[in-house]
């Protein structure tokens, strides 16, 4: 598999993010880092003064795209129309939103919309099932049974109703912002340049995914050719990612503090962490548990697993996609299909700290 890592700002993803940021109120601590390759919080103040001026937080067209829409409280998970949209690209930036955006139509016009179900919203992106896994259900068919409120689902109508003109709108309002955040980011993509070389070399070694990837484990060596990996400077310590089996393709927009946050996670042995209360609370379910215990047993697709359970396979992919999240399930891939497996060492793990409450909980 060859990877390929590069330090250039992929630009409609953070200008995507620095605007939702901005329409949002979002204080930019949570848009900063203070690792070595970070942007500090006067630099994240200082785009959002400087390329986000002149927008207006009233204009219509501006909340449509990127008002905030709660996923979840507890935890926290949030996203917008304008992600929702952009991270479907799921390719490393190619210089210019306008190129970005061309590409996101043809990608729409000759895969997803062809070989796809749409079966969940994402904190980034939309979750979607291959031709491979069962008939392909049209976007408009399935966007009524998403798991979102009746006003979300009403936008993504009209995202879908006409997909190359929502494109060529939110290109509209992200171009601007982005020619003047490309330039406060530029010193920021050159210092990171050691990082990317750092990256290309240590990803060579197996061993570094778990470590990067916070413990899930993915295995896609056989099927996939070529792993993108370009560097996030919005959200540092974030790295969301699009797996594309029909191009036999990976792409991971990787924060620049990744690496410093799995360095403390590890170091807080002795405290549990935050993605282990979420798996906790996720066991919480019996439907979700008899998954995990169907895919002790042998990996299956999303598909594969809601026919064997008799459950819904829109509720089964939403679960899937939290478990997976929760490092409750590892990924195989097989002949271009994707296949979810119950993570056992994260099993062992939570019942060892469940085991030791007294230990993180003293009286």
Request: with cysteine.
């Amino acid at each position: 598999m060859e990877i390929l890592v590069t330090a250039k700002p992929h630009m409609l993803l953070e200008t995507v993010e620095l605007m939702y940021a901005y329409m949002n109120h979002t204080p930019p601590e949570q848009l900063a880092g203070s690792g070595p390759y970070s942007l500090p919080v006067s630099a994240v103040q200082e785009m959002l003064d400087v390329a986000c001026n002149g927008l207006s937080r009233e204009d219509e067209m501006l909340r449509f795209f990127f008002d905030r829409y709660i996923l979840s409280d507890e935890p926290r998970r949030d996203t917008c129309i304008a992600r929702n949209l952009a991270y479907n690209l799921g390719y490393v930036g190619q210089g210019s939103v306008a190129k970005d955006c061309d590409r996101l139509r043809r990608i729409w016009n000759n895969d997803i919309c062809k070989h796809n179900s749409i079966v969940a919203v994402g904190d980034y992106c939309l979750h979607w099932v291959a031709e491979t896994e069962g008939p392909v259900i049209p976007v408009v068919e399935g966007l009524d049974s998403l798991a979102v409120d009746a006003s979300y689902i009403r936008k993504l109508h009209i995202l879908f109703a006409d997909y190359d003109r929502s494109v060529a709108q939110l290109k509209m309002l992200v171009e601007p912002v982005a020619e003047k955040l490309e330039l406060l980011l530029q010193p920021w993509a050159q210092r990171a340049e050691e990082l990317a070389q750092t990256r290309q070399t240590k990803l060579q070694q197996r061993s570094y995914w778990q470590e990067l990837l916070g413990g899930i484990q993915i295995s896609f060596e056989e099927d996939v050719h070529t792993c993108w990996i370009q560097n996030r400077y919005l959200q540092p310590t974030v790295a969301p990612g699009n797996l594309y089996l029909v191009s036999n393709e990976v792409f991971i927009h990787l924060g620049v503090e990744v690496e410093q946050e799995r360095k403390l996670e590890l170091a807080r042995k002795e405290t549990i962490q935050h993605w282990e209360l979420e798996a906790l609370r996720l066991l919480g379910s019996d439907s979700r548990l008899k998954m995990l215990r169907v895919l002790l047993e042998k990996p299956l697709s999303t598909r594969e697993l809601a026919q064997t359970l008799e459950m819904n396979l829109g509720s089964v992919a939403r679960d899937i996609r939290s478990m997976f999240d929760a490092r409750l399930l590892t990924v195989e891939t097989e002949n271009n299909r994707v296949f979810y497996r119950t993570n056992v060492e994260t099993m062992e793990l939570l019942g060892k700290h469940i085991a030791q409450l007294g230990k993180f909980y003293p009286l």
